[in-house]
């Protein structure tokens, strides 16, 4: 199979550009920048879907691949929300989007699939309530972005295309993502909750998030959201334990939510205090197994216990 990645040299890109290759797949990078340490076989190619004008090398690589998987997006947590901010983390997903179902219909040869990136804040606040597939969007600054997002998705169907919409939780890997900014309290012996600690965390291990994708490019049936989160959330106090135990440190002292609105404005509410107790009733009804069901197995196997 030849498989696109957009942001195939990101947090969760490269190790998925690295199994497809490890299955014998063809695979090529599309990345803003340089492409340094990409595995060997993968080929990279510079792409800029904000000017898309013209028919620049990498549309012809979309247009003739067998399926892509769009990763594309602005950090939702690498700033402050301004105004400015905001309308970026719009702007980079659906304009990423955008560019890839235009080139993914610019050829007679069009991806069978579109594995596109979304994320379980598609869901909105749900306080206790759990979520899956089947429910619609909540009405936060996050939620109208993710059904923006995944709008755009659904005009490669117009295509031919069969599209997933991977809503991804916190996926865990401890080179990267939110985990190593996550685990620096507890280290400094100040960790704990966050808040009131009652929130839902829906967390992935990032081997499972990625074997999931595999999944989902090899399961034909497979359409529509997708929830890319653990059969286990667990509020963030439990969350918190788990990941002291995985440190062997406390994991008592709580940030309360005074300080983390100060510190980070809306997002705070948006990513530290709201949750969703999402569940992957779609990847289980694929028959997905995942290597690991419970916090405690994903923070222990990270950090080597």
């Not at 900014?181 to 009652?198: K, Q």
């Not at 998030?209 to 989160?229: K, M, S």
């Not at 107790?277 to 290597?291: D, S, T, W």
Request: with cysteine; hydrophobic share 50%; glycine share 14%.
């Amino acid at each position: 199979m030849k498989v696109v990645v957009t942001c195939g040299t990101g947090f969760i890109g490269r190790p998925l550009v690295a199994a497809l290759l490890g299955r014998g797949d063809e695979v090529a990078v599309l990345t803003r920048g340089m492409a340094p340490d990409l595995p060997a076989g993968a080929r990279a190619l510079a792409w800029d879907p904000e000017h898309a004008g013209g028919e620049p090398p990498w549309m012809s690589e979309v247009a003739g691949a067998d399926a892509v998987v769009n990763l594309a997006g602005e950090s939702i947590a690498a700033h402050r929300w301004s105004v400015v901010q905001k309308d970026r983390i719009l702007a980079s997903r659906v304009r990423a989007t955008r560019a890839v179902v235009a080139a993914m219909g610019a050829d007679a040869t069009r991806p069978r699939a579109l594995i596109s990136a979304s994320a379980v804040g598609f869901y909105g606040p749900r306080g206790d309530e759990a979520v899956t597939e089947a429910d619609g969007p909540g009405g936060d600054f996050l939620a109208k972005v993710c059904v923006a997002w995944e709008s755009e998705a659904r005009r490669a169907e117009a295509v031919g295309a069969r599209v997933v919409l991977a809503r991804f939780g916190l996926v865990l890997a401890g080179d990267g993502g939110a985990l190593p900014r996550m685990e620096l309290p507890f280290r400094l012996l100040v960790g704990g909750p966050l808040g009131g600690g009652g929130q839902w965390v829906p967390w992935i291990h990032r081997d499972d998030a990625v074997a999931l994708l595999v999944r989902l490019l090899e399961a034909g049936r497979a359409t529509g959201p997708v929830n890319v989160v653990g059969p286990a959330p667990v509020r963030n106090r439990e969350f918190a334990r788990a990941l002291g135990r995985a440190l062997g440190r406390p994991s008592g002292l709580p940030a309360p939510a005074p300080m983390l609105r100060l510190a980070l404005g809306e997002a705070a509410d948006a990513l530290l205090l709201a949750g969703q107790r999402a569940l992957p009733r779609a990847a289980e009804g694929l028959g997905f197994h995942f290597r690991y069901a419970t916090a405690d197995a994903a923070l222990g196997a990270i950090y080597g216990h």
